[in-house]
């Protein structure tokens, strides 16, 4: 037997280029306590920034540079208590989504959809309150309502008001594209103004912008659709002539594209944060009437085509959301203005597949879109 070199080479193996010892870096406390607990090995020597050599620095996204099983794109193990895939969700396990519909009778409602598009439960609202936007709020939901109010959901479908914008001295446009931030506020946009509004009702206006509907010059862009990037909190704003801006709390503003108006390339409505990294959008090439997904490329400051697929001319696309396990996009749509459809866009599929579809005479449409998750194993 010869154990020893086989134990020697193994441990070699492992730290081919540990020169710690020789060089310690001062990046880094240098652990003098002699404790031998630790059981993520920890490289010490810091010569390339990712602690844990997983592959990926905090800069690269890594959430935990003390946890190799903690790094982007690994799967989510769903019973450990961490964010395995750096997403901003623990345990989380991809179930979904829920989709908004106002039906030809002018009901609104919320469908509970499977992973493979069965549909699981129906929440139908109260008179007069519509899922246009929809997000979840703890155990429910929170709807942009009417485009004058923003509601929370019960599980009964009970709404209640949490922020009126039917004020049109202040709100001339109304208020748009809402999304559930991670400290559990509500963000809605104006198409003028970020707004934070709290369970409560306080409302706080996190950015304005100028829009001009007069002078094209002095306009920058008219968010309707707003979303969050989990992991970070920055929130990502849609504009319907191919803007888009971002916002974080310690950055503030900044648009990335001004929405032309008068020459727009590309309509969107809303618009999701895709786990890894990415701004997404469902958009209508604007010369064309061609239906595609398209990423928002910041270096360049425009939107890049990421998938196309053949869509008839009736085909009406309205919000966007992914699955986060797959990034596979899924949107809510209205076909030759009768069939409320769910399209399911596998990455380099270039075609558009049912995922649900209510096929009756008209069926009225669909709205918003959120995706679903489960946690804990
Ligand atoms: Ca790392
Ligand atoms: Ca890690
Ligand atoms: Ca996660
Ligand atoms: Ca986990």
Redo the contacts with the bound molecule.
């Keep these: 037997m010869r154990l020893l070199p086989l134990l020697l080479l193994a441990t070699a193996a492992c730290t081919p280029l540990d020169t710690s010892f020789q060089k310690p870096d001062t990046d880094e406390p240098v652990d003098t306590g002699g404790d031998d607990t630790d059981t993520t090995p920890v490289d010490t020597a810091d010569t390339d920034g990712d602690l844990d050599d997983d592959g990926f620095t905090p800069e690269e996204g890594d959430c935990d540079d003390a946890d190799v099983r903690v790094a982007p794109g690994r799967p989510?193990d769903d019973d450990d208590g961490k964010?395995?895939?750096c997403?901003g969700?623990?345990d989380?396990e991809w179930s979904g989504f829920s989709v908004g519909r106002v039906d030809s009778d002018g009901v609104g409602s919320i469908i509970v959809l499977d992973t493979i598009g069965r549909d699981d439960d129906t929440i139908t609202l109260a008179s007069g309150c519509y899922p246009l936007w929809l997000d979840h709020l703890g155990e429910g939901y929170v709807v942009n309502a009417d485009y004058a109010s923003v509601a929370t959901v019960d599980a009964s479908g009970a709404c209640t008001t949490i922020a009126d914008f039917s004020d049109a001295e202040v709100y001339e446009y109304g208020v748009w594209g809402i999304a559930t931030q991670i400290d559990g506020t509500v963000l809605a946009v104006t198409l003028g103004t970020l707004e934070s509004i709290a369970t409560d009702g306080t409302m706080t206006t996190l950015a304005t912008w100028t829009l001009d509907f007069e002078v094209p010059a002095n306009h920058e862009f008219a968010a309707n659709g707003v979303a969050v990037d989990p992991a970070t909190g920055e929130v990502g704003l849609f504009d319907y002539f191919g803007g888009f801006g971002t916002w974080t709390a310690d950055g503030g503003l900044v648009v990335h594209r001004k929405g032309d108006y008068e020459n727009p390339t590309l309509y969107t409505t809303s618009g999701a944060h895709r786990d890894g990294g990415g701004w997404y959008t469902q958009g209508t090439d604007a010369m064309t009437g061609a239906a595609g997904i398209y990423r928002f490329d910041l270096d360049a400051g425009d939107w890049a085509l990421e998938e196309a697929w053949d869509a008839s001319s009736d085909w009406s696309p309205q919000q966007v959301a992914i699955d986060g396990d797959s990034g596979d996009w899924y949107l809510t749509a209205n076909v030759g203005g009768i069939f409320p459809t769910v399209f399911r866009i596998v990455e380099g599929s270039g075609y558009a597949a049912d995922f649900f579809r209510i096929s009756t005479d008209y069926a009225g449409d669909f709205y918003g879109i959120t995706t679903n998750y489960t946690y804990g194993g």
């Design positions: 989510e964010d395995n895939d997403d969700r623990t989380e």
